[in-house]
């Protein structure tokens, strides 16, 4: 969900002795057109620190559209202790025909993460808001 930065900042102590691989997937929904995907593939991470990165999305067809993503993190155990400060996933995303942007998302790792979790995936997947409502 949704954090205060300057709240979580001041609540988490980094944890700089350890290190999670953070990996960035993109999917879209069958049948939704658009180009999506990750600037960069993962990144090494130190939980109770703040990072930020950002997906890229373009819109190839000729009308506006309307589209959600729906985030997921994998192990499921795992998604209990990534929060997201800020993520394009919070609100729709209306797109003009052939535009495209970066879309920023920041989020941490909590550092009661399970010592056995080095590893940790977020993916999105892009749903047509207007199909979504037929």
Request: net charge negative; glycine share 6%.
């Amino acid at each position: 969900g949704r954090v205060d930065e300057a709240a979580v900042a001041k609540r988490y102590q980094p944890d700089m002795s350890r290190t999670v691989t953070v990996q960035f997937v993109a999917n879209n929904n069958l049948g939704m057109p658009w180009e999506f995907g990750p600037v960069i593939a993962s990144m090494q991470v130190h939980p109770g620190k703040v990072y930020a990165t950002s997906f890229t999305a373009r819109n190839p067809t000729a009308r506006d559209m309307v589209g959600q993503a729906v985030p997921s993190v994998a192990p499921g155990k795992a998604s209990r202790y990534f929060n997201k400060t800020e993520c394009f996933c919070f609100t729709e995303q209306q797109f003009a025909a052939g535009e495209g942007r970066d879309m920023p998302v920041m989020f941490m790792v909590d550092p009661e993460l399970p010592d056995d979790v080095q590893v940790v995936t977020l993916s999105y997947t892009f749903f047509d808001k207007e199909k979504a409502l037929n």
